[in-house]
Every structure is written in C-alpha cells, then in structure tokens.
C-alpha cells in the first residue's frame, strides 16, 4: 500500500510519458493527482473536465479546475456530455460517456495516455458493488492500473494510496478541492457502497483488507488470461474483419473458457468497449456449441465445418455512419486510396455487392462483404477492396488480427 509519504513515488512511472493528459474533477482525489505529477515535475500536462450537465453548479466547478490549472501553469479543456435522455443507468452512461470524451480529447490533442484518480477506495467500493450484484472473478477483481480504449493508454498510479492520506496531503499544502453533493446522494449505488464500507470497518473489513484481497483475485484473473491469450495465438485466426475459431479447439474448452473467448470475438469484431451480457452468450454457447448463425452485440456468429466465424453484423454495419475518407470508418476500418470530391466510407450493403460480379472471388461469407467498407460517391459504388472491385483502394484493420490475444485482457 502507498503511505502518505510516498505519494509522489506512486506518480514517479509517469514521469517517463513525454505528454499526458490528466482527468480532473475538482474532488480531491484527481485534484491529489494533478498536484502530485506537477509537484514531481511532469511537463508534459494537460487537464481535462468532463462536464455531464447534471447539477446546476458542475460549470462552475470546471470554472474552478481551469482557474487551478492556470495558477499551475498546466492547459486546461472542458468536455461537455449531453447524451443522456434521462432513461437507463445513469451512472454506468455516465462513466462510459467519460472514458469516450476523454480518449476523444487526447487523440484530438496528440495525447497517448490519460491519468486517472482512482484511489484504494474505489477499488473497495467497486468489489462491494461487484458483489451485490452476484459478479465473478472479473467483477470482483478491481480495476486495472491501466488499461485502453483505442489508441489511448489510461493509468491510474493512485490504486494503492487511500483517500485520506490524499487529503491530507492536500491540507498540508493549504489546497483546497470540490466536494461533489451527488457523493451523498444515496440513490447511486456507489455512495452506498461507501456507507457499507464504513460499517464494516469495526470487523476489519476496510479498503486495505479488501484490497489484499482484490490483489489475490486479481492475480488468478491475470493468470487465468494469459493462459487463453495464448490459447488464442495457437487457434483463433483474423480473415479480413473476421474471427476464426477453431471449432474442435473450442468446443473443448471449459464453458467459462469458452465465454471469454467468445466475450473477446464479439468486442474485438464490433468495437464495443464492454461485451454483452452472460445470459445470451452462455445461450448461444449451449450444450453443443453454436450450430447456426446467430446474431448478437452487433455481430453474426456463424458454425462452418472446421470453426467458428465472428463476423460483423451487416445489418449493424449498415447503421454505421458514412465518414470522410481519411476517418476511420465503423470504429475499425481506415481505407486509403485515389481520393476525390465526394467521397465517403460507408457499408458496401446489398446495393453494393449486386455491382461487384467478381464478389464471390474474394472467398469471403456474402454476409462478411455486405458488411465490409466501401467507397462511394452519393449512391455511386466506386470501390469495395473487400469484395475486389475497383481498383487503387486498400482496406486495413485499425487493429491488427495478431493483436486479438491482447482482447482477452480485461479492463
């Protein structure tokens, strides 16, 4: 565990990133964080607030993270979210809105990597969340010291420090921080995790006895994924946007094994930061394996003779927006070519493929075509590389199929 007086040793690994940006909220466990990378002479910062709309007073908040931020001499952004309709959990969109704004800001600003300021009581409070809802290993493993989403790094150096040697770090340098009202607002599962947390405290279950155990569970899980990482390197294959599953290598896997790997196929091949949930993926997995095609988080799973194929869904790769071509088009394809006026990335579609005669050259499913990038001008097809019509056009991968193991790491 990380003592109060080493708080700038646990920042000290960051030192060696050139640029970095920094999540901050004002609270005093992401302002402990900027404080203490400034303190250890990082010169590379950049600040960002997520800004979710929600209280009347969260601008003025960001207001103040930017006037604290210019005393330190360190850039600052706001980023403001508006996408929740007041449906759902709100929570869960909120956290899932903040990790995208954030990996948004720091590509835009030529960013790698973006500190958090998760601390030691998080991880306590995010096991008790874990456990109310009956999680597994994953969901009572805690959070990761870092972990992606794109092309962007997230760490968070403070997991092992408690909040209020934080504070008090704080206190002693006369820096004063936000407490956010919704922190007592007992409708979110967090807050009362942490009123939990309290009462425990007299048996000696506190964040530091909850941590060691979170440190035990956590090596298990790291374990128990660098096993199937492997297993994955020997018999899962990329085919142009798809996966193929051995299928005698899977169907002997153990079912749990067998989830994850399938969890990694679904979210490497759609994109989704979080796979879907177990009930329909234990359904599709059954007794005998998947026999059909199936559909399911944005993805057609398909049983051929000898594996299994993961392949994007066409009817989700229709919903897709067109982008330029110089964008990376359904979260995962970056087409380069000729260029011209007018031109647009989009789903080769069935209006498509009826103008590629040569399609069932390319040795593909004719749902992997419809559901592969194309070049267009209005509703003129001018390429589809895919499908091999039109010349001068390639298709790659954001992502490499040799970096699919590494989907098998859980974040």
């Known amino acids: 565990m990380t003592s109060p007086d080493n708080l700038i040793d646990a920042v000290a690994p960051l030192l060696r990133l050139g640029q970095l940006g920094v999540a901050v909220s004002g609270g005093s466990d992401s302002l402990a964080l900027l404080h203490l990378l400034h303190a250890a002479g990082h010169r590379g910062l950049r600040a960002a607030t997520v800004d979710h709309g929600l209280r009347a007073g969260s601008a003025a908040e960001a207001e103040r993270v930017a006037e604290i931020c210019a005393g330190l001499g360190i850039p600052h952004d706001r980023l403001d979210w508006t996408g929740w309709d007041g449906t759902g959990n709100l929570q869960d969109q909120a956290r899932r ?13 030529g960013f790698g990597d973006v500190a958090l300021g998760h601390t030691r ?15 597994g ?13 794109g092309a962007v790094r997230f760490h968070r150096p403070l997991l092992q420090a408690a909040r209020a040697d934080l504070q008090a770090w704080l206190k002693r340098r006369d820096i004063g921080w ?17 009123a939990v947390l309290a009462a425990l405290a007299p048996l000696g279950i506190d964040a530091e006895a909850l941590g060691r155990s979170l440190d035990n569970l956590r090596g298990t899980r790291d374990a128990i994924e660098a096993h199937l990482a492997g297993w994955a390197a020997e018999h899962v294959q990329e085919d ?35 796979p879907p949930r177990a009930a329909p993926v234990l359904a ?55 260029g011209g006026p007018g031109l647009r990335i989009g789903a080769l579609g069935e209006a498509g493929l009826a103008e590629c005669p040569g399609w069932r050259d390319a040795g593909l499913p004719r749902a992997s075509l ?42």
């Open 284 to 338: 599709l997995l059954g007794p005998d394996r998947p026999r059909t095609a199936s559909t399911l988080h944005g993805c057609l799973v398909t049983s051929e003779p000898a594996r299994l194929r993961v392949a994007r869904e066409p009817e989700a790769a229709a919903r897709a927006p067109h982008v330029a071509t110089d964008a990376l088009w359904d979260g995962r394809w970056r087409l380069t070519g000729p």
């Open 240 to 274: 142009r946007g798809d996966l193929l599953i051995d299928a005698a290598a899977f169907g002997a896997l153990p079912e749990d094994f067998a989830r994850r790997i399938l969890n990694a196929a679904l979210r490497w091949v759609s994109g989704a930061d979080y």
């Open 97 to 109: 809105a903040r990790y995208r704004l954030l990996a948004d800001w720091a590509g835009a600003r």
């Open 121 to 135: 009581d998080d991880q306590a409070e995010t096991m008790l969340m874990g456990l109310a809802r009956g999680a």
């Open 178 to 194: 936000i407490d956010d009202p919704s922190n007592k607002d007992t409708r979110f599962d967090r807050v009362r995790a942490r």
């Open 370 to 411: 419809l559901a592969s990038p194309a070049v267009w001008r209005g509703g003129t097809l001018i390429s589809a590389p895919i499908a091999e019509f039109g010349a001068g056009w390639c298709a790659e991968l954001a992502q490499s199929g040799a970096d699919f193991p590494n989907a098998l790491v859980t974040h």
């Open 137 to 149: 290993l994953d969901g009572l493993s805690g959070m990761r010291p870092a972990f992606s989403r």
